[in-house]
């Protein structure tokens, strides 16, 4: 059995919120560090990719020559969270895909079998706050305190993919949350910080490393 203090998850950090994972991460227990190319990977328990621009972070992927070793990292059986726009990198599949100055529609790692839409709130409000009750979290009757920001969700969700969360949106619950094997991922920001610079909610990050140690 490894000892949680020699556990390192790595953080994708090529565009987004890189440091507030890698605070809440620290905050859990584990080690943790920025990764911007592939020999970063190596040693690594588990991989976070941040929230962020996900056509940005697509284009950066491949210009650090990332994409093989990420997907080969995903596949690996490692534990990897993604939010937000992590959510949409680690999707099987982009409903509304946005397109590069040639009209290629913008790629994703995959791995994961849901159909993202992104920025699906948008209609509704930009970006919001709410409590969203989370499957498998400690102390799951105390619901998520979850930020939104242009944030995508799960329109299809496969048959091997358990949702853990969902929001009500104009009379159909949204899948915002789920999880498969080794792979999590919140439409959401739980590394979002409160005023005091302390995680406001852990506990998405907690399960995360608890999927690294193997735990579940
Ligand atoms: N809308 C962004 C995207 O498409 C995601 C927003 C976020 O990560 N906060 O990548």
Sequence with gaps: MISTTTLTAGVLALQG??????????????MARPVRRASELDGLAGLTIPGGESTAMDRLIRAFELEQPLRDFIRSGKAVYGSCAGMILLADKVLDPA??????????????????????????????????RFTGISAPQRPVHA?????????????????????RIEGANRAVAVRSGNLLATSFHPEATGADGVAAEPRVHELFVRMMKQEL
């Design 17 to 30: 919120d890189t440091q507030e994972h890698l605070q809440v991460l620290r905050a859990c227990g584990v």
């Design 99 to 132: 397109l590069d100055g040639s009209g290629a529609p913008q790629r994703t790692l995959g791995g994961l079998d849901i159909a993202v839409r992104r920025n699906a709130f948008g209609r509704q409000r930009e970006s919001f706050e709410t409590a969203v």
């Design 147 to 167: 930020v939104f920001i242009r944030a995508p969700w799960a329109e299809r969700v496969g048959s091997g993919v358990e949702t853990l969360a969902e929001v």
